[in-house]
């Protein structure tokens, strides 16, 4: 259908949904960074573009649209469709833990389970100890930190990122919750420019991605940045740094909690005597494992 015919003949929000949905299922579209589906996807381009609230009554999807809301529908539409651009990068807005973080190109889009664990204030493990300082290793835009500012907000948190870029836009996040004074932010490879200190909790979401999986990926993933993807043949430097100096970082209690993804095997098999804890959660799957650091003593 021609635009122009679509901008005359598609006149509600409900007649936007449903040209969206057919248009993301024709052209094969991937759902991997919040949604899982066409139409979830085409509620949240649109709702957002009319600036209007996701749990908006029923009756407002026959509301007609302004010949100008049309336009912007159909061009934001148009973006996922022909460019296979992520809906967090159109909208500039992705959720983690329940909260709404700005997010563009310069940082991969939160997406990690990992949320409930901090929501779980890392219940056992820290049960019977206070989490006064926490480590965020390759922090992009600042998601899983600032989460953790929020269940934990008399810990001091420290924030790190290799990517300059990534920093800025962590910066942009930390001044959205004014959380300034409490998160700290490092630019840093790893543990590289991280000032010798202990720490109750190191959390790490790092490039975990193999060759192999990196040469095969869908269209979507490419809009994300590389160097928080790409990890070496195996998909394990990254996280192999982390484990080789964690223990110096942690306190007696502390634990370290990393998600490896598909390199999980990988890792396993080249650390057999690591006795990692693979976690499970109610909602997503992706391999997460956490070690003491009385585990990672063992470690040479």
């Known amino acids: 259908m021609p635009t122009h015919d679509r901008l005359e003949t598609l006149t509600t929000i409900r007649d936007w949904i449903r040209f969206a949905v057919s248009e993301f299922r024709k052209n094969n579209l991937f759902y991997g960074?919040?949604?899982?589906?066409?139409?979830?996807?085409?509620?949240?381009?649109?709702?957002?573009?009319?600036?209007?609230?996701?749990?908006?009554?029923?009756?407002?999807?026959d509301a007609v649209l302004t010949l100008e809301e049309r336009k912007?529908?159909?061009?934001?539409?148009?973006?996922?469709?022909?460019?296979?651009?992520?809906?967090?990068?159109l909208t500039h807005e992705a959720f983690f833990m329940g909260l709404p973080f700005y997010v563009d190109e310069r940082v991969l889009i939160p997406r990690s389970p990992i949320a409930e664990l901090i929501q779980r204030q890392f219940s056992p493990w820290m049960d019977a100890h206070p989490v006064s300082n926490i480590l965020d290793?390759?922090?992009?835009?600042?998601?899983?930190?600032?989460?953790?500012?929020?269940?934990?907000?008399?810990?001091?948190?420290?924030?790190?990122?290799?990517?300059?870029?990534?920093?800025?836009?962590?910066?942009v996040n930390l001044e959205k919750y004014q959380l300034q004074n409490?998160?700290?932010?490092?630019?840093?490879?790893?543990?590289?420019?991280?000032?010798?200190?202990?720490?109750?909790?190191?959390?790490?979401?790092?490039p975990y991605v193999d060759k192999s999986d990196m040469d095969s990926l869908f269209k979507e993933y490419r809009h994300e940045p590389v160097i928080a993807l790409a990890a070496g043949q195996d998909g394990l430097d990254i996280i192999k740094?982390?484990?080789?100096?964690?223990?110096?970082?942690?306190s007696?209690?502390?634990?370290?909690?990393?998600?490896?993804?598909?390199?999980?095997?990988?890792?396993?098999?080249?650390?057999?005597?690591?006795?990692?804890?693979?976690?499970?959660?109610?909602?997503?799957?992706?391999?997460?494992?956490?070690?003491?650091?009385?585990q990672l003593n063992r470690l040479n």
Do not use: M
């Open 33 to 61: 960074h919040g949604t899982d589906n066409a139409l979830d996807e085409a509620v949240s381009l649109i709702f957002h573009t009319l600036h209007l609230p996701y749990d908006a009554p029923p009756a407002l999807y």
């Open 72 to 89: 912007a529908v159909d061009d934001i539409i148009t973006q996922r469709r022909d460019k296979k651009i992520p809906v967090a990068y």
């Open 137 to 171: 290793l390759c922090t992009g835009s600042g998601c899983i930190a600032i989460a953790c500012a929020q269940i934990f907000p008399e810990a001091h948190i420290t924030a790190s990122d290799i990517s300059s870029d990534a920093l800025d836009v962590a910066r």
């Open 182 to 206: 409490q998160i700290k932010l490092v630019q840093s490879d790893v543990f590289e420019s991280i000032n010798p200190q202990k720490f109750d909790v190191i959390i790490s979401n790092p």
């Open 241 to 250: 740094k982390i484990l080789s100096s964690a223990k110096n970082y942690l």
């Open 252 to 294: 007696d209690h502390g634990i370290l909690i990393i998600e490896a993804g598909n390199s999980a095997e990988a890792l396993i098999s080249q650390f057999p005597g690591l006795p990692f804890t693979w976690l499970e959660f109610e909602r997503g799957e992706s391999e997460v494992f956490l070690l003491t650091a009385k």
